[in-house]
């Protein structure tokens, strides 16, 4: 088992920045995947950014507000996002994918375990 942990949401006002931090434990593999998705109600859950084990990084319409990246000293990973927009508020989550990726895969369901969301908000 796997346990993925997120942490870092909150409230925040149009144009901050926030850090989102992922912390995953347990029977991890040399080489995983580990990424972000966002979901809003009534909406599929929407790739944000997924790094490999190789730290090949991919981000989806976030333009180049956001960054991913990783503390293997501490097995965190984090999502920099900077330049908030109400649009970004969504319950955003961290997902763990078990073995050799080149490139994280954008759909959610290829993903093998997940956290329970932090949510952020952004007001205008």
């Known amino acids: 088992q796997v346990q993925v942990v997120e942490s870092g949401g909150g409230s925040v006002w149009n144009g901050a920045s926030l850090r989102l931090s992922c912390t995953v434990s347990?029977?991890?593999?040399?080489?995983?995947?580990l990424a972000w998705f966002r979901q809003t109600a009534g909406v599929e859950r929407e790739f944000v950014a997924g790094?490999?084990?190789?730290?090949?990084r991919t981000y989806g319409a976030v333009e180049d507000r956001f960054t991913i990246f990783r503390d293997n000293a501490k097995n965190t990973m984090y999502l920099q996002m900077t330049s908030l927009k109400p649009e970004d508020a969504a319950l955003y989550y961290c997902?763990?994918?078990?073995?050799?990726?080149?490139?994280?895969?954008?759909?959610?369901?290829?993903?093998?375990?997940w956290g329970q969301g932090t949510q952020v908000t952004v007001s205008s």
């Open positions: 790094l490999t084990w190789s730290d090949d």
């Open positions: 347990g029977n991890t593999f040399s080489w995983y995947t």
């Open positions: 997902t763990y994918k078990q073995g050799y990726m080149e490139k994280a895969p954008l759909t959610a369901g290829e993903y093998d375990y």
